[in-house]
Nanobody, 116 residues
Framework: QVQLVESGAGLVQPGGSLRLSCAASGRIFSINAMGWYRQAPGKERELVAVIRLGGSTTYADSVKGRFTISRGNAKNTLYLQMNSLKPEDTAVYYC??????????WGQGTQVTVSS
C-alpha cells in the first residue's frame, strides 16, 4: 500500500499559476504510475494527468499545454504545475499511485479554486 498526502491548495485568479505536490510513502518502489484526478462540484471525477515509470505522460485534452506533471528525483514526490488557470479548473485535486498487484491508492484531495 502507498500513502499519499497532497499540498498546494489555494485560491488563484484566472490566468494565474499554482503548483500541487504529493508526497508518497510506503511501497514507493512498487509504484509504476502516478497521476492527478479532479472532481468539480456536481461532476464526475476525471483524469487530469498521469506519469508512468518510464516517464511517459498523458494529459486530459482540457489541460494540455497548460499543466505539467512531474516526479521528484527521489521518486516519492509528484507535482502538478498548473498555468493559465481557468475558472473551470476549480475542483478538488487527488493524487493517485498505481502499484503492481494492488489497488490504486488515493490521497485525501486538495482544493483548487480559480476565481476573480
Amino acid at each position: 500500500q502507498v500513502q499519499l498526502v497532497e499540498s498546494g491548495a489555494g485560491l488563484v485568479q484566472p490566468g494565474g499559476s499554482l503548483r500541487l505536490s504529493c508526497a508518497a510513502s510506503g511501497r514507493i518502489f512498487s509504484i509504476n504510475a502516478m497521476g492527478w484526478y479532479r472532481q468539480a462540484p456536481g461532476k464526475e471525477r476525471e483524469l487530469v494527468a498521469v506519469i508512468r515509470l518510464g516517464g511517459s505522460t498523458t494529459y486530459a485534452d482540457s489541460v494540455k499545454g497548460r499543466f505539467t506533471i512531474s516526479r521528484g528525483n527521489a521518486k516519492n514526490t509528484l507535482y502538478l504545475q498548473m498555468n493559465s488557470l481557468k475558472p473551470e479548473d476549480t475542483a478538488v485535486y487527488y493524487c493517485t499511485a498505481d502499484v503492481e498487484s494492488g489497488p490504486r491508492s488515493w490521497g485525501q484531495g486538495t482544493q483548487v479554486t480559480v476565481s476573480s
